[in-house]
């Protein structure tokens, strides 16, 4: 009762933030003009489609429908931090605008786990094993990780370390007008650390 319990209370969780995601996405949609609000809002929508993706594997009844979600999770798992961090980039005015060379070398790293991820059933870099575990009265996907799974999780703590030193800086040097805004931003860079975390000590 108590899993079963804890089980619904998660998926709704999750339900709820993808809702809630998606309205956020077309509020800012409908404002952004500038270049950092344009890829705040690629951000957001990675995020919906990483937590709808984590939703629907967890309510899948078989390994089959769970290993596809879970792909479909990579659609975006592995552009979040990078889109994090040119959104600070731009927020800071560290970079003013979008330059090709910068965006291929903060994307090179996410296009290759993507690719290694969909093809991982081949060389098994990114996952070593994907298999059903059971926990309570329910089956979870059990991955086991690979080498390419630490290097992206390395890239993803050196991208969230620059986002934070960038967010340090601008609160440094914000004016009184744009102080919350910048505090807030800080305080909102330390949350993807436990996530992260929580991922490489298999908390999922």
């Known amino acids: 009762m108590g899993d079963n319990l804890a089980r619904n209370l998660i998926m709704g969780y999750l339900f709820f933030s993808v809702v809630l995601t998606l309205f956020f996405c077309s509020?800012?949609?409908m404002r952004a003009k500038t270049a950092y609000m344009k890829v705040f809002f690629v951000l957001c929508m990675a995020v919906s489609v990483y937590?709808?993706?984590?939703?629907?594997e967890i309510s899948s009844p078989g390994l089959e429908?769970?290993?596809?979600?879970?792909?479909?999770?990579?659609?975006?798992?592995?552009?979040?931090?990078?889109?994090?961090?040119?959104?600070?980039l731009l927020y800071t005015r560290r970079m003013p605008r979008l330059k090709e060379w910068m965006l291929a070398a903060v994307l090179?790293?996410?296009v290759l786990t993507f690719f290694i991820r969909l093809t991982n059933a081949s060389h098994h870099l990114f996952y070593t094993a994907m298999q059903l575990q059971q926990i309570g009265d329910h089956h979870y996907l059990y991955l086991g990780k690979g080498s390419w799974y630490y290097v992206q999780a390395a890239y993803h703590l050196l991208l969230f370390v620059g986002?934070?030193?960038?967010?340090?800086?601008?609160?440094?040097?914000?004016?009184?007008?744009?102080?919350k805004c910048s505090m807030l931003l800080l305080a909102?860079?330390?949350i993807p650390y436990a996530g992260l975390v929580l991922i490489?000590?298999?908390?999922q």
């Open 27 to 29: 509020y800012v949609l």
């Open 51 to 56: 937590t709808f993706g984590y939703l629907m």
């Open 65 to 88: 429908q769970m290993v596809f979600w879970n792909q479909v999770q990579y659609m975006a798992i592995p552009f979040i931090s990078a889109l994090w961090f040119i959104f600070a």
């Open 108 to 110: 090179a790293i996410p």
């Open 163 to 179: 986002v934070t030193v960038l967010f340090v800086h601008a609160l440094w040097q914000a004016n009184p007008l744009k102080r």
């Open 188 to 190: 909102s860079s330390f």
């Open 200 to 203: 490489l000590f298999d908390f």
